[in-house]
């Protein structure tokens, strides 16, 4: 029996990721977001969508770069805590939640250091949405932690123990068990 | 120390969902997406990249709707045969894989009914990338099966069990262990 639960725009899972940016005066700044997905193979892109109250809605138009920061597991607090507090009322928010930043490799965006994968965006499309605008950011890197990525530069993904969030429930949680690879698992049906 | 992997469109972790459209002559299709996320809180909107050699990209251009279908990890295989296989090739994929679909409440497309949620979505903004072109869908509405409800409206990610995909392994996973809810855990840093 199916019920109807209205109009929201829920997908399920999300993942649960810092946008990085600087600040006109060059302060790093971030917020959470999970509203983000890879969105072109060729060339690379990336999207999220941001409220345009945020300051990160500013920066990114600013200076049309931002980085996204991927958390491990052991970080869902001080996520949580990014995603709470606007960088609009507490001016160095990263600082306060222990969050060292570095400047990227190639865009105008920091890093989040202690995150064990950051993906470098240039702004390539803004699109009004209405509450939100989903930004398209060209990726031109990601730096990975060594201990997270394989010998073969394949990311492992319990090394990296990546928060997933659970839509509806707010919930963050962990990965759990293999089910089987793509590509793979599906080929005796075909 | 880090490591350059290159540019890339990693987000890590991904959902795996059924995009869901009928063809020309009536034929339910559908194709499984990584790439697809909220945009937009209000209109409420999500956010699928497709390749514009997909059968799915031609159907939701000309019916200007579709529908996102959260699969069950025990559908990984089904969600695998359908992301490998396609429309062009094999006319009736969803029947073959045995997945029986019936007319979405609202839209021009079809919902898949194994899926214990099902996401209707007409055509709002068709942005090309590249490859890919990203297509906006206003949500209208959002039937879940009663068994993954609870009684408050909110899904139960544990009963719903969705597919969680570990993006660079390529693997398909399910929902880990529970890190706290979101908007309280951080709480106690601000």
Same mark, same amino acid.
């Given at each position: 029996?199916?019920?109807?639960?209205? #109009?929201?725009? &829920?997908?399920?899972? &999300?993942?649960?990721?810092?946008?990085?940016?600087?600040?006109?005066?060059?302060?790093?700044?971030? &917020?959470?977001?999970? +509203?983000?997905?890879?969105?072109?193979?060729?060339?690379?892109?990336?999207?999220?969508?941001?409220?345009?109250?945020?300051?990160?809605?500013?920066? $990114?138009?600013?200076?049309?770069?931002?980085? @996204?920061?991927? /958390?491990?597991?052991?970080?869902?607090?001080?996520?949580?805590?990014?995603?709470?507090?606007?960088?609009?009322?507490?001016?160095?928010?990263?600082?306060?939640?222990?969050?060292?930043?570095?400047? =990227? /490799?190639?865009?105008? #965006?920091?890093? $989040?250091?202690?995150?064990? @994968?950051?993906?470098?965006?240039?702004?390539?499309?803004?699109?009004?949405?209405?509450?939100?605008? +989903?930004?398209?950011?060209?990726?031109?890197?990601?730096? =990975?932690?060594?201990?997270?990525?394989?010998?073969? !530069? $394949?990311?492992? @993904?319990?090394?990296?123990?990546?928060?997933?969030? %659970?839509?509806?429930?707010?919930?963050?949680?962990?990965?759990? *068990?293999?089910? !089987? *690879? %793509?590509? *793979?698992?599906?080929?005796? *049906? /075909?």
């Amino acid at each position: 029996m199916r019920k109807r639960l209205g #109009a929201s725009p &829920m997908i399920i899972p &999300m993942p649960a990721v810092l946008v990085a940016t600087y600040d006109d005066d060059g302060t790093p700044n971030a &917020m959470t977001a999970a +509203w983000a997905s890879a969105c072109c193979h060729t060339p690379p892109c990336v999207g999220v969508a941001v409220r345009d109250s945020r300051r990160t809605f500013t920066n $990114i138009r600013a200076r049309r770069a931002f980085t @996204i920061n991927i /958390a491990s597991a052991e970080m869902a607090v001080d996520v949580d805590y990014v995603g709470i507090v606007s960088g609009h009322q507490v001016k160095d928010k990263l600082a306060r939640a222990g969050l060292a930043t570095e400047r =990227a /490799a190639v865009v105008d #965006a920091p890093l $989040i250091e202690r995150c064990p @994968i950051s993906i470098e965006c240039r702004l390539v499309h803004a699109l009004p949405l209405g509450t939100h605008t +989903w930004f398209v950011g060209e990726v031109v890197e990601v730096q =990975a932690d060594e201990r997270v990525v394989t010998a073969e !530069g $394949i990311v492992d @993904i319990d090394a990296l123990d990546p928060l997933v969030y %659970a839509t509806s429930a707010g919930e963050y949680r962990g990965i759990g *068990r293999a089910l !089987g *690879r %793509a590509y *793979r698992i599906g080929k005796g *049906r /075909a």
